[in-house]
């Protein structure tokens, strides 16, 4: 194995330029996939399994294990980001739709895996249930590194369809952690030792709910009027230093909590970045009401806002090191060479395209949605035709995809007797398909209808405050930093 090769007394040149080798085409992989199928994701992938262990393993273990280390960071850096940009009016406007997207988006993959794999491919009902499991999650990181980077042209997160997607993946990832965490105890309840199924089941759940709800709560009423009295104000004088402690405070404690907790830390990024969203004032009058990242540096009396300093100081080095290294490792994990058998293949593709149904189905509740909020004065009525391709969107993105799949088929298969080999191999093509096939879509839509997404009915929805910064934006820049000394 080269890996071996590698071990011999002085590895230390053939080591480097192993590394370079590996991060030159890592860089070149996401380029080409970015360009050729608007999907960045990926050529990192593929280079990870090229180099990792399914493959040619030419990587030390101890290499593969430190990169899924730093791609973890750069994973829980995604969802940060994502929380710190995502509209908070818009995910309280649409929460119960997102419920019914991510209950869709749950239910179906693991009913339509029973059709298929328990009376179809003779699997066991529990077998079953492991690997449906596994395809009815929606990998937030994922979620949030495909429609940051599926277009230049438009903020998928600021849309309307972009809101009920991060919603209902945040739901769908809290969910996936309750079914790891009761797949990982299967096997000891299954020998015969004592375990609180309930307790089980219902710590996680019960965490997340109460982290998501005590969270809001808090901040509305204890630290944003703390914040606003007492601190905003003297931020203005450190601009980027301040930003920085205040949000590595606030995200260690979040993650924090959520591991004592027993939910995800990756929930607990994400809630760490809505909170420091609502922190500031805003009013006009607020240090952190700026139209520009220059606007804040450059004023006495302004500060730049936390999106503006992660854009700073994080956003590269997530984007360009940690966030290819994170697909890298799901490669790592991928048995390449065992899949390539006549039934692994067969059952896997099939497999493969009755998942990709049972997401994209959750996108009817796009046009549906019009239909049942739609008042009945209403003088426009929203047509068809302006909400498929929101729909496709949201079904294409919430296919499953990358690591918590792989996580909860890889427990199933490790740590319970009930999932078979040829279970394990289904389950994994099935994985690896859509992790390709969905962000590809996802890009293929983006590039060809991005614009009438943008502008339709789904697509970016104003707030007054959003209003005024792009007015400002729009402004000769002279002007602009005119009317904002004038409202400061």
């Given at each position: 194995?080269?890996?071996?090769?590698?071990?011999?007394?002085?590895?230390?040149?053939?080591?480097?330029?192993?590394?370079?080798?590996?991060?030159?085409?890592?860089?070149?992989?996401?380029?080409?996939?970015?360009?050729?199928?608007?999907?960045?994701?990926?050529?990192?992938?593929?280079?990870?399994?090229?180099?990792?262990?399914?493959?040619?393993?030419?990587?030390?273990?101890?290499?593969?294990?430190?990169?899924?280390?730093?791609?973890?960071?750069?994973?829980?850096?995604?969802?940060?980001?994502?929380?710190?940009?995502?509209?908070?009016d818009?995910?309280?406007?649409?929460?119960?739709?997102?419920?019914?997207?991510?209950?869709?988006?749950?239910?179906?993959?693991?009913?339509?895996?029973?059709?298929?794999?328990?009376?179809?491919?003779?699997?066991?009902?529990?077998?079953?249930?492991?690997?449906?499991?596994?395809?009815?999650?929606?990998?937030?990181?994922?979620?949030?590194?495909?429609?940051?980077?599926?277009?230049?042209?438009?903020?998928?997160?600021?849309?309307r369809?972009?809101?009920?997607?991060?919603?209902a993946?945040?739901?769908?990832?809290?969910?996936g952690?309750?079914?790891?965490?009761?797949?990982?105890?299967?096997?000891?309840?299954?020998?015969?030792?004592?375990?609180?199924?309930?307790?089980?089941?219902?710590?996680?759940?019960?965490?997340?709910?109460?982290?998501?709800?005590?969270?809001?709560?808090?901040?509305?009423?204890?630290?944003?009027?703390?914040?606003?009295?007492?601190?905003?104000?003297?931020?203005?004088?450190?601009?980027?230093?301040?930003?920085?402690?205040?949000?590595?405070l606030?995200?260690?404690?979040?993650?924090?909590?959520?591991?004592?907790?027993?939910?995800?830390?990756?929930?607990?990024?994400?809630?760490?970045?809505?909170?420091?969203?609502?922190?500031?004032?805003?009013?006009?009058?607020?240090?952190?009401?700026?139209?520009?990242?220059?606007?804040?540096?450059?004023?006495?009396?302004?500060s730049?806002?936390?999106?503006?300093?992660?854009?700073?100081?994080?956003?590269?080095?997530?984007?360009?090191l940690?966030?290819?290294?994170?697909?890298?490792?799901?490669?790592?994990?991928?048995?390449?060479?065992?899949?390539?058998?006549?039934?692994?293949?067969?059952h896997g593709?099939?497999?493969?395209?009755?998942?990709?149904?049972?997401?994209?189905v959750?996108?009817?509740?796009?046009?549906?949605?019009?239909?049942?909020?739609?008042?009945?004065?209403?003088?426009?009525?929203?047509?068809?035709?302006?909400?498929?391709?929101?729909?496709?969107?949201?079904?294409f993105?919430?296919?499953?995809?990358?690591?918590?799949?792989?996580?909860?088929?890889?427990?199933?298969?490790?740590?319970?007797?009930?999932?078979?080999?040829?279970?394990?191999?289904?389950?994994?093509?099935?994985?690896?398909?859509?992790?390709?096939?969905?962000?590809?879509?996802?890009?293929?839509?983006?590039?060809?209808?991005?614009?009438?997404?943008?502008?339709?009915?789904?697509?970016?929805?104003?707030?007054?405050?959003?209003?005024?910064?792009?007015?400002?934006?729009?402004?000769?820049?002279?002007?602009?930093?005119?009317?904002?000394?004038?409202?400061?």
């Open positions: 194995m080269a890996g071996s090769f590698l071990a011999y007394e002085e590895p230390s040149i053939v080591l480097i330029l192993v590394l370079i080798s590996f991060f030159f085409f890592l860089s070149l992989a996401e380029w080409l996939s970015s360009i050729v199928v608007r999907a960045g994701i990926i050529g990192p992938i593929i280079v990870g399994i090229i180099y990792g262990m399914p493959l040619a393993d030419i990587l030390l273990d101890i290499w593969q294990e430190t990169f899924l280390a730093i791609g973890y960071i750069g994973l829980i850096l995604i969802i940060f980001e994502g929380g710190l940009t995502s509209r908070m818009l995910l309280k406007q649409n929460f119960f739709l997102s419920m019914l997207a991510a209950t869709t988006g749950v239910l179906f993959p693991i009913g339509l895996s029973y059709l298929l794999l328990y009376l179809g491919f003779g699997y066991g009902a529990v077998e079953t249930f492991i690997i449906g499991a596994a395809l009815s999650t929606t990998s937030l990181g994922t979620t949030f590194a495909v429609i940051g980077g599926a277009s230049k042209d438009i903020d998928l997160s600021q849309t369809v972009g809101t009920v997607l991060v919603s993946a945040v739901i769908d990832d809290v969910s952690l309750v079914m790891s965490s009761v797949i990982h105890d299967l096997g000891s309840i299954s020998g015969g030792a004592d375990v609180n199924l309930g307790w089980l089941i219902g710590r996680p759940i019960l965490a997340s709910l109460l982290m998501a709800v005590l969270t809001p709560l808090i901040c509305k009423y204890v630290f944003a009027p703390l914040f606003r009295c007492y601190i905003e104000h003297h931020f203005a004088r450190f601009d980027h230093l301040s930003n920085v402690v205040l949000m590595v606030v995200l260690c404690a979040f993650i924090s909590i959520a591991a004592f907790a027993g939910t995800s830390v990756l929930f607990g990024a994400f809630l760490a970045g809505s909170f420091l969203t609502y922190l500031p004032s805003k009013h006009p009058e607020g240090p952190f009401v700026v139209y520009s990242r220059e606007h804040g540096e450059q004023n006495d009396e302004k730049p806002t936390f999106v503006h300093t992660f854009e700073k100081y994080f956003s590269d080095v997530q984007k360009y940690m966030e290819p290294l994170f697909f890298a490792s799901i490669g790592f994990a991928i048995p390449f060479v065992d899949l390539w058998t006549g039934s692994a293949i067969w593709i099939v497999y493969t395209l009755l998942m990709l149904v049972a997401k994209v959750v996108g009817i509740w796009v046009p549906l949605w019009d239909v049942i909020t739609k008042p009945k004065a209403a003088a426009q009525k929203p047509s068809l035709s302006q909400a498929v391709p929101s729909a496709a969107l949201l079904g993105a919430m296919v499953a995809r990358g690591e918590i799949g792989l996580l909860i088929v890889e427990i199933g298969y490790n740590s319970t007797p009930y999932v078979s080999e040829a279970g394990f191999y289904t389950a994994v093509w099935a994985i690896l398909l859509n992790t390709i096939i969905g962000p590809m879509v996802v890009g293929l839509l983006i590039k060809f209808r991005g614009k009438a997404i943008g502008n339709g009915h789904w697509g970016i929805q104003s707030t007054e405050g959003h209003e005024r910064s792009e007015k400002l934006r729009r402004e000769p820049r002279s002007q602009a930093l005119e009317d904002g000394l004038a409202v400061s």
